[in-house]
Structure formats: structure tokens, C-alpha cells
């Protein structure tokens, strides 16, 4: 299997020009079920291997099955197709039905994924394997331990793409955790880290600094120091503060509307009846802070209204509310949707604040944040460009006096 799978590899590899150009149906023919039939599969038995397999109105190309019980759903896009469009479409079907394992292909790449994790969708990818600039030994043994039939069977594969997956999983959760211990270590002034820095500076000078200096100087420089989190994407959760304010009126041509600070007060405490569920009780400090005193934590809130003429929302941080950030603050940017009927906010913490206030530009002494549509409909930060805003924006919604 494994010789004959890599020639039929490597054959096709040569051939990658002129692939590109295929259909969908093309790239079945010629990529998807060759592979699957070197695989082990009977492609002729249409019961082992399915086309248009139909489950609750839901159509996936293939279903690999076992004694007429599918255990693979794969789905197939023309060559070249852009697969991450597709992958929650794949899930959503194989969820459906129980099957325990996905298979996305546009024939040139193939991506395995375990469907029924109790994770975030793009979590549940467990490997993507290219035939282009690959080698074809190595794309040939890991596509048999994840697919051919006899390791289905078995029940190999499955223990495979859980180990790929583990390891995968582990390998993010020390992605995401470490620069929070670090965070921590800076933020707290550990100890350990104020006794090997004063030592250090004692042997390059031959004078050691007491425990104040060394603290003033983390203090001082931690906005250099800290590390931005760049967290794995969760699911969204939406929330329904109970919240009544005025009716809110807007502008017959679209533009800008006046400033509505009832409206800007009901969305806060909105926000805050939410997080006291998690941060217990709280109180509202000025216009934009909420103060949690069970758990000591402080939100800074600020809003903005959907400028339609510049399709950006905007943000301005005064210099007071920046002094002293520490921790256990966070930052919740609140903003009108972009079709005016709606509410959402967007919180980050503590360092990713910190990044952002440091990529920020300043007019007269505050800083400027600015989020926009850009063409091809994505939101994103105009200051943290990489940073997921699609996956971390939270509906919040208000009640509208007058409303039914």
C-alpha cells in the first residue's frame, strides 16, 4: 500500500499546474477517490464509500462507512480552493451525525480533523497535509495512520489523531500560559526575580541594589517587558444584560449621532451586571471605570458610535486612566454595530491592553484607538492588525424604552 500510495503521490506532484485548474467533480475523479482507493477503500461499492451522503437535510461528497455505519465524512473542494472557508461547514455536519473524523481535501491538501472535541472548531484540526513541497514518504504514512481503511477499523487511526491532537492541545495551552507566567512573574515582582537581578547587577558593578530600586526599575520599564497574550480563539457568548434607556435617536442621512451619555451609562452598567456573574459585585467609578471589590478588578469602558462615512469605530483613552494599570485591569471597548441596531463589546486584559495602548498613536496627551472595516468585509484594530477581533466581539443587549 505504502509504494504504490507514494507513486501515485509523486506522479501528481509533477502534475501540480496543471491540477489547479480542475473542478470540483475533476478533483474527485482524479485526486480524491485514487487516494482513498489506495487507501484501501472500495470505491466501487457505493455503500462502502458513499457519494452525496444525505443526513438531516445535510450533504457531505463522501461517508466512509463500516458494516453501513459512516465513520469518516470527508468533503471535497476544487483544487486550489481555500479549505479554512469550509472547515466549520465540515464540522457542523460530522457533529451532526456523530462521525468521529473529518476529512477536508481540495485534493492537493488534506486536513483530518476529530469533529466531536469539546473545543473551538479550528481547535479540532488535527493535522493539514500538503502533496506540494512535501515529502512524499512522509505525506504517504501519516495519510495511511490517519485514513486507510484497516486502521479505521482497527481503531489505530482514531488513537492516532488523539495523540496528534494531545500534543497539539498541550503545545497551546504552554503557548498561551507561558507569557501569563512571565506577565505574573514581572507583575508581582516575584521574589526570585528581584533577588537574581539585584545579584546580576551587584556582578557587573560590584554594587547591589536594595529591593526598592530593583521593584522601581520593573515597575517603571514593565510596559517593555510584559508580553502581549495571543489567546486561542473560544466560541462567543452572548449575554442579555437587563437594561432600559431612553429611545435613541439617529440621523436621517446616517451620519454620526450626538453624543448620548444615558445611553453610554446603560450600556456600562449593562457590561457590569454581566461580569459581576464571574467577578462578583461592583461598583461605577467616573464615567468609564467599574470596580470589582470581591475580586479586585477594575474595567475601563469606553464607547463609540459607528461612523459610517468612514466605515471605523473610535476610541479615546485619557492619560489618567492609564496611570497605575496594573493586573487586574482590563479594558472593554463597547461600539454600536455597523448596521446602527445593535450593541457589542470587546474586552481585553491586563497586557493586551498595555500592547495596544503601546502601538496607539497620542493626540494632546491621550490615546487613539481606532477599529475598521476593511475591504472583504474584516474587522480588525487599525493598531493590532493581527489581533482576532472576529472571534472575540461579544453581543451585548439593551432593552430600548418604548420597545416591544
Same mark, same amino acid.
Given at each position: 500500500m505504502i509504494e504504490r500510495l507514494k507513486a501515485f503521490i509523486e506522479c501528481r506532484a509533477k502534475e501540480i499546474n496543471i491540477l489547479r485548474s480542475y473542478s470540483e467533480a475533476q478533483t474527485s475523479q482524479a485526486l480524491v477517490l485514487p487516494i482513498l482507493y489506495n487507501l484501501g477503500w472500495d470505491i466501487y461499492n457505493p455503500v462502502e464509500v458513499f457519494p452525496e451522503y444525505t443526513t438531516e437535510n445535510k450533504r457531505v461528497d463522501f461517508a466512509l462507512q463500516i458494516d453501513d455505519a459512516p465513520k469518516v465524512f470527508v468533503e471535497v473542494k476544487k483544487c486550489g480552493a481555500n479549505l479554512r472557508e469550509h472547515q466549520s461547514q465540515l464540522i457542523e455536519y460530522a457533529q451532526w451525525s456523530g462521525v468521529p473524523i473529518g476529512i477536508l481535501t481540495n485534493g492537493l491538501i488534506w486536513q483530518i480533523f476529530l469533529p466531536m472535541k469539546a473545543v473551538h472548531w479550528?481547535?479540532?484540526?488535527?493535522?493539514? *497535509?500538503?502533496?506540494?513541497?512535501? +515529502?512524499?514518504?512522509?505525506f504517504t504514512r501519516k495519510l495511511i495512520a490517519l485514513l486507510s481503511k484497516k486502521q479505521i477499523i482497527s481503531g489505530e487511526a482514531m488513537q492516532s489523531a488523539e495523540t496528534i491532537f494531545r500534543s497539539h492541545r498541550n503545545l497551546n495551552l504552554l503557548k498561551n500560559n507561558l507569557p501569563k507566567a512571565w506577565n505574573k512573574i514581572i507583575?508581582?515582582?516575584?521574589?526570585?526575580l528581584i533577588r537574581t537581578l539585584a545579584e546580576t547587577t551587584k556582578k557587573l558593578c560590584q554594587v547591589m541594589p536594595d529591593e526598592n530600586t530593583v521593584r522601581d526599575f520593573l515597575q517603571?520599564?514593565? +510596559?517593555?517587558?510584559?508580553?502581549?497574550?495571543?489567546?486561542?480563539p473560544s466560541p462567543k457568548n452572548g449575554i442579555n444584560?437587563?437594561?432600559?434607556?431612553?429611545?435613541?435617536?439617529?440621523? /436621517? +442621512?446616517? @451620519?454620526r449621532k450626538k453624543r448620548d451619555l444615558q445611553l453610554e451609562a446603560a450600556l456600562k452598567q449593562g457590561l457590569?451586571?454581566? *461580569?459581576?456573574?464571574?467577578?462578583? /459585585?461592583? @461598583?461605577?467609578k467616573g @464615567?468609564? @471605570? *467599574?470596580?470589582?471589590?470581591?475580586?479586585?478588578?477594575r474595567v475601563l469602558c469606553i464607547y463609540s458610535s459607528f461612523k459610517r462615512d468612514q466605515t471605523r469605530w473610535f476610541w479615546g483613552v485619557l492619560q489618567k486612566n492609564l496611570r497605575n494599570w496594573g493586573s487586574n485591569d482590563y479594558l472593554a471597548l463597547i461600539l454600536e454595530d455597523d448596521k446602527g441596531d445593535g450593541y457589542l463589546f470587546l474586552m481585553l486584559d491586563s497586557t493586551e491592553a498595555i500592547y495596544l495602548?503601546?502601538?496607539? /498613536?497620542? /493626540?494632546k496627551g491621550n490615546k487613539k484607538i481606532n477599529m475598521r472595516i476593511y475591504s472583504g468585509g474584516e474587522t480588525r484594530l487599525q493598531e493590532w492588525q493581527d489581533f482576532s477581533v472576529k472571534n472575540r466581539l461579544q453581543k451585548l443587549n439593551i432593552k430600548i424604552e418604548g420597545s416591544e
Amino acid at each position: 500500500m505504502i509504494e504504490r500510495l507514494k507513486a501515485f503521490i509523486e506522479c501528481r506532484a509533477k502534475e501540480i499546474n496543471i491540477l489547479r485548474s480542475y473542478s470540483e467533480a475533476q478533483t474527485s475523479q482524479a485526486l480524491v477517490l485514487p487516494i482513498l482507493y489506495n487507501l484501501g477503500w472500495d470505491i466501487y461499492n457505493p455503500v462502502e464509500v458513499f457519494p452525496e451522503y444525505t443526513t438531516e437535510n445535510k450533504r457531505v461528497d463522501f461517508a466512509l462507512q463500516i458494516d453501513d455505519a459512516p465513520k469518516v465524512f470527508v468533503e471535497v473542494k476544487k483544487c486550489g480552493a481555500n479549505l479554512r472557508e469550509h472547515q466549520s461547514q465540515l464540522i457542523e455536519y460530522a457533529q451532526w451525525s456523530g462521525v468521529p473524523i473529518g476529512i477536508l481535501t481540495n485534493g492537493l491538501i488534506w486536513q483530518i480533523f476529530l469533529p466531536m472535541k469539546a473545543v473551538h472548531w479550528q481547535e479540532r484540526l488535527v493535522c493539514s *497535509l500538503e502533496i506540494e513541497n512535501s +515529502d512524499p514518504v512522509a505525506f504517504t504514512r501519516k495519510l495511511i495512520a490517519l485514513l486507510s481503511k484497516k486502521q479505521i477499523i482497527s481503531g489505530e487511526a482514531m488513537q492516532s489523531a488523539e495523540t496528534i491532537f494531545r500534543s497539539h492541545r498541550n503545545l497551546n495551552l504552554l503557548k498561551n500560559n507561558l507569557p501569563k507566567a512571565w506577565n505574573k512573574i514581572i507583575l508581582e515582582s516575584n521574589e526570585v526575580l528581584i533577588r537574581t537581578l539585584a545579584e546580576t547587577t551587584k556582578k557587573l558593578c560590584q554594587v547591589m541594589p536594595d529591593e526598592n530600586t530593583v521593584r522601581d526599575f520593573l515597575q517603571s520599564n514593565r +510596559d517593555y517587558i510584559l508580553i502581549p497574550q495571543m489567546h486561542i480563539p473560544s466560541p462567543k457568548n452572548g449575554i442579555n444584560p437587563k437594561t432600559s434607556v431612553g429611545r435613541i435617536s439617529k440621523t /436621517s +442621512d446616517g @451620519q454620526r449621532k450626538k453624543r448620548d451619555l444615558q445611553l453610554e451609562a446603560a450600556l456600562k452598567q449593562g457590561l457590569g451586571n454581566y *461580569l459581576q456573574k464571574k467577578w462578583g /459585585s461592583f @461598583q461605577k467609578k467616573g @464615567q468609564s @471605570q *467599574l470596580i470589582f471589590t470581591d475580586s479586585n478588578k477594575r474595567v475601563l469602558c469606553i464607547y463609540s458610535s459607528f461612523k459610517r462615512d468612514q466605515t471605523r469605530w473610535f476610541w479615546g483613552v485619557l492619560q489618567k486612566n492609564l496611570r497605575n494599570w496594573g493586573s487586574n485591569d482590563y479594558l472593554a471597548l463597547i461600539l454600536e454595530d455597523d448596521k446602527g441596531d445593535g450593541y457589542l463589546f470587546l474586552m481585553l486584559d491586563s497586557t493586551e491592553a498595555i500592547y495596544l495602548f503601546r502601538k496607539c /498613536s497620542e /493626540s494632546k496627551g491621550n490615546k487613539k484607538i481606532n477599529m475598521r472595516i476593511y475591504s472583504g468585509g474584516e474587522t480588525r484594530l487599525q493598531e493590532w492588525q493581527d489581533f482576532s477581533v472576529k472571534n472575540r466581539l461579544q453581543k451585548l443587549n439593551i432593552k430600548i424604552e418604548g420597545s416591544e
